[in-house]
Each structure stands twice: as structure tokens, then as C-alpha cells.
């Protein structure tokens, strides 16, 4: 049983297994590496106990097989390989060949290796019963666009996660920490209504293996405790597990009524923002605004001085003076670009960060500090 494949192309889809597969787990047969033959492709396959990801080169086999071999050394070998064409050939060992070098890796019995279950494109099916196709370009933006917004300490629980919503009006993307609360809305009817919680670690692969993609569509499905993604010819398959539970009522915290709009150029804001806040405290970053008519002074004070820099800005509203968690306030402008909204509604209640075109379905929530 043997297969030849380009090195350029094992190499690239290796690359996304790499992340998934662990180098230590209490589950010995998590740290390798799946390898299947089948009559016309070769199948490569890992996963971690929460991401499974199943990735197809189709390529002449001869045979037919599935095996696991050890995937760090399989890593780091097909990346350092010196031809521009890889051998496998399967049997008790797995002998590997490229140009001048080879080697011969040892093989394990796949027995208790978990069954990883992928979404078809062919349409809903078990596990996966929910299914919708989305642009690709879509659900990378909804993904990608709210994830900064998502909790790293334990304690948080649900909030370290993303939540999807599926229902008539579209999709929705939603990641906040409690201090911050990020929000994107895809215009598409989706076929369920439904709401879950990808862990934001497993977000993190997602996004990945999206910006590998290109262009076209995507098949996401949901089963019980799993979302599922499935790509192309099904070249690329993924099942990560999901979250229990769902966020409580976010929506009260968006603010509905602003005295103040401020409306500016992202780029020169963010620059800007970027500079004064390395003088800023180190504890909570802050950085005070004061909008006056066609401009907003920025100023911070810190261990290591102080600092201010005015940017032109086209305001409607009265003057306001609003101080910021710098940090916070750049990751919400970190998805713009061209023109951006701030919506303030006081110098003490949550501020909303749009995109200049209302069209887009971004928005974010920012918590000023308290003075």
C-alpha cells in the first residue's frame, strides 16, 4: 500500500493538523496522527478530544488502509524532507522517502482510537440533523471580528467561549468578557433557529482553516454537543464540541440613546490611541478623550510620563470628556477600516463602535473607566 505525493502539498496540509494533534495528552493515541487509503485519495485525520479535523489530498493510491503513526516525528520530518516528492509506503512500518533521504516510522493498531463523526455536503444527516451553507468569507468575519472579546480566565465560564445565533433574521455572532462585548450580524435566514457556544480555543482553528479557504461556501452543521464544518469535496472536514449553556440577556447592555457621535478616520484614531497609550498606566491602560467641536484630545499619564495627541474628528452632539482601557478600545477597531462611528452615551455608560457604513454588520461595546 503506498501513495506519492507532492511535498509542497503534504506540507501545507500537515501545517493544520499540526495545531490540532497534542504533543502530550492523558489519551496516547490523541499525539497521532490518522493516515487512510482509500482507492483514489489519501486522508489525513487527528484531533484533540475537543477539535477533530479530517483533511483529503486526492492523489493514485494502491491499496487500501488505515493507520497511525506518531505525528510530532511525521511533523517535523515531512517539513525538513529534501525532494519535491514524498513516498509513503504502509505495511508493518510506515517506510517514508524524498529524494535522498528515507526512513522507516512504526506504526500503531488503531483499535480505541475515537470515531470522529463529519458533516456531509450532501445535506443534513446524522449526528449532525441542522445544517446551513455560508459564504466563507462571511463566517470568517463572524468568527474573526468578535473573538478578541471572548473571557481567558476560567472563572468566566460561558464568556470564554463565542456564541452563534441561527434564526430568521441571519446569523449572529456575539463575544464579551464583562467588560467588553463584540457583536456581528451576517443578513442571511438561516434554515434553524438555534443558539450555541464554540469554545474561542476552538474558534481559534476555525479561523485558521478559514483562511485557507478562498473563496466560496461553507456547510456548517450542528449535532448534539458538536458543530461540524465541512468544505469543497469534502476535502476538509471539522467537529469541534460545543459549550453547555448559553449567554444570559446581553442586550441590555447596548446602549439605545447617545447624546454624542463622533465620527473619524480608523487608521489615523487608532495610531494615535496606539502612541499615547504607551505612557498609560500599566494597571488599567487609561486613556482620556475630550471631544470638543472637530477634534478629540487624547492623554494619558503614566510611570513613565505623559503624553497627548489631538485627532480631527466630525462630532454631533454636545462636548464630552470619557476615559478608556486602551487595550479595550483598539481590539474594538481592530476589525475597521476607512470610517468609524463612536457612539458615546455618557462619560460613564457603554460607548458603541460601528463602522462608518451602517450597512456592515459590525458593532462593539466598550465600558468607559470611571473617573
Known sequence: ?????????????????????PTRSSNPLFTYLGLALTPDALVLFGTNGEVDLEVRLELPTEGEGRFLVPAQPFFQLVKSLPGDQVELDFGAELSLSSGSFSTRLSLA?????????????????????????????????????????????????IFRGVQLEFSEGGLRSVASDGYRLALYRLAKPQPFAKKVVVPARSVDEMVRV??????????????????GLATGKGQLRMAVRLMEGE????????????????????????????????????????????????????????????????????????????????????EALSPLSGQAVLLLSGPTSPSLVRPGEAAEGYQAVVVPLRV
Open 1 to 21: 500500500m503506498k501513495v506519492k505525493v507532492p511535498k509542497t502539498l503534504l506540507t501545507e496540509h500537515v501545517a493544520l493538523l499540526e495545531r490540532v494533534i
Open 109 to 157: 493498531p488503531d483499535e480505541g482510537y475515537p470515531e470522529l463523526f463529519f458533516p456531509s455536503l450532501e445535506g443534513p444527516a446524522e449526528p449532525y440533523p441542522l445544517q446551513t451553507l455560508l459564504p466563507v468569507e462571511e463566517l470568517l468575519k463572524a468568527l474573526s471580528h468578535v473573538r478578541y472579546a471572548a473571557s481567558n480566565e476560567e472563572y468566566r465560564a
Open 210 to 227: 478559514l483562511k485557507g479557504m478562498g473563496e466560496g461556501e461553507v456547510a456548517l452543521a450542528l449535532g448534539p454537543g458538536v458543530l
Open 247 to 330: 449567554f444570559p440577556d446581553y442586550e441590555r447592555v447596548i446602549p439605545k440613546e447617545f447624546p454624542l457621535k463622533a465620527a473619524f478616520d480608523v487608521e489615523a484614531f487608532r495610531e494615535a490611541l496606539r502612541r499615547v497609550s504607551v505612557l498609560s498606566d500599566r494597571q488599567n491602560h487609561r486613556v482620556d478623550l475630550l471631544f470638543e467641536e472637530g477634534r478629540v484630545l487624547l492623554s494619558a499619564e503614566g510611570d513613565y510620563g505623559k503624553g497627548q495627541e489631538e485627532v480631527p474628528v466630525r462630532l454631533e452632539g454636545l462636548p464630552l470628556a470619557v476615559a478608556y482601557n486602551a487595550r479595550y478600545l483598539l
